[in-house]
């Protein structure tokens, strides 16, 4: 079965300290790998997609593939990153995780 | 660019009583997609369409949604009759092809009391 699973609900940084969120997943074969964020009052939107190899808004992400997982990444958090993420591995569709807040303190 | 577009955004109705969702997506994306979203969950696939086919409809309770995309381009999603545990954000999304970046609408909160 198609599982995503981000283990942390919260996760809560001061700025400038380094982030990661955390994303494994169980999907046959090897699918597209993304990652969304909701920021407050906004409708959800991409943040970055595997394939793409970008880096946004200082984000990276890194596909493990033996370990199955795609953890999102920025060195120094900001206060403008406070929102939701959400993990979205997926072909045609995608399944997406249940989103780990991220909350960055002053 | 007014993006996808949603309406209404709030709804609140009786249980057991009809509601109706609708969505247009950006001018020329063909594959249309109908999330719901739980309070704390992230966005469950109901339907997915390309032009006017269902062609992912597996998580559609089809005993009470109903879905459909006449011409290819806006979309409407009914639920006839509502339940208490119908309550939820109901999202819809659009994309040029199926596995190009989605672009997600405002979303419908729906109350059923």
């Known amino acids: 079965a198609q599982r995503v699973t981000q283990p942390e609900k919260l996760l809560s940084v001061f700025k400038g300290a380094p982030v990661e969120l955390k994303c494994n997943y169980s999907y046959s074969g090897s699918p597209e790998l993304f990652w969304y964020v909701q920021y407050s009052r906004q409708r959800l939107q991409l943040l970055l997609r595997?394939?793409s190899r970008e880096s946004i808004k200082g984000f990276t992400a890194d596909l493990n593939k033996g370990e199955t997982s795609f953890h999102l990444k920025k060195p120094f958090a900001q206060e403008e990153d406070s929102a939701m993420y959400y993990c979205a591995p997926g072909y045609s569709t995608l399944t997406f995780g249940k989103g780990t807040m991220l909350l960055v303190s002053p | 660019e007014a993006g996808v577009v949603q309406s209404p955004r709030y709804k609140i109705i009786e249980k057991k009583q009809p509601v109706a969702f609708w969505c247009n997506p950006i001018?020329?994306?063909?594959?249309l997609y109908w999330y719901l979203q739980n309070l704390g969950q992230g966005p469950e696939l109901l339907i997915r369409y390309e032009n006017e086919e269902a062609v992912d409809d597996s998580q559609l309770p089809k005993d009470r949604f109903s879905a459909e995309r006449l011409k290819g381009v806006d979309s409407t999603l009914k639920i006839q009759p509502a339940e208490l545990g119908d309550s939820a954000v109901y999202l819809c999304?659009?994309?040029?092809?199926?596995?190009?970046?989605?672009?997600f609408g405002q979303g419908t909160r729906l109350t059923v009391v």
């Open positions: 999304a659009s994309s040029f092809q199926t596995d190009t970046e989605a672009f």
């Open positions: 595997h394939i």
């Open positions: 001018s020329g994306h063909n594959t």
